[in-house]
């Protein structure tokens, strides 16, 4: 089973990241580097779900773990955002099987080898 890593810029209240597969930066980590995040991440083989861009490039010149699930949704209010997660949870987590990267757009789901 997949465990996520759920960057501070994310809110915590997402349906679908409720349970033991999940961590949070902001509760655990008190706003740690991206190094330090990365390096963590790498280490207890979690998935790091996140809106920063430099994740995204970061995966794209290493070799995983950790993966990464970037959320490229641009500015949608949080009702939205979580009926958006409910709705393609399970498709990222499948996606992100059998991808390093998985880009998540409003229309559609991107994945990276």
Do not use: C
């Given at each position: 089973?997949?465990?996520?890593?759920?960057?501070?810029?994310?809110?915590l209240k997402?349906?679908?990241?409720?349970?033991?597969?999940?961590?949070?930066?902001?509760?655990?980590?008190?706003?740690?580097?991206?190094?330090?995040?990365?390096?963590?991440?790498?280490?207890n083989d979690?998935?790091?779900?996140?809106?920063?861009?430099?994740?995204?490039?970061?995966?794209?010149?290493?070799?995983?773990?950790?993966?990464?699930?970037?959320?490229?949704?641009?500015?949608?209010?949080?009702?939205?955002?979580?009926?958006?997660?409910?709705?393609?949870?399970?498709?990222?987590?499948?996606?992100?099987?059998?991808h390093k990267?998985?880009?998540?757009?409003?229309?559609?789901?991107?994945?990276?080898?």
């Amino acid at each position: 089973m997949s465990r996520f890593l759920i960057d501070e810029n994310l809110p915590l209240k997402v349906n679908v990241w409720r349970g033991s597969g999940f961590e949070f930066v902001t509760s655990s980590f008190q706003s740690e580097s991206d190094d330090w995040i990365w390096n963590y991440a790498r280490a207890n083989d979690l998935t790091i779900v996140t809106k920063d861009s430099d994740f995204s490039y970061r995966i794209l010149t290493s070799v995983p773990p950790p993966k990464v699930i970037h959320l490229r949704l641009g500015n949608v209010r949080l009702r939205e955002f979580a009926e958006i997660m409910d709705r393609r949870w399970e498709s990222i987590i499948l996606l992100s099987e059998t991808h390093k990267l998985v880009n998540v757009l409003p229309d559609r789901l991107e994945g990276v080898e």
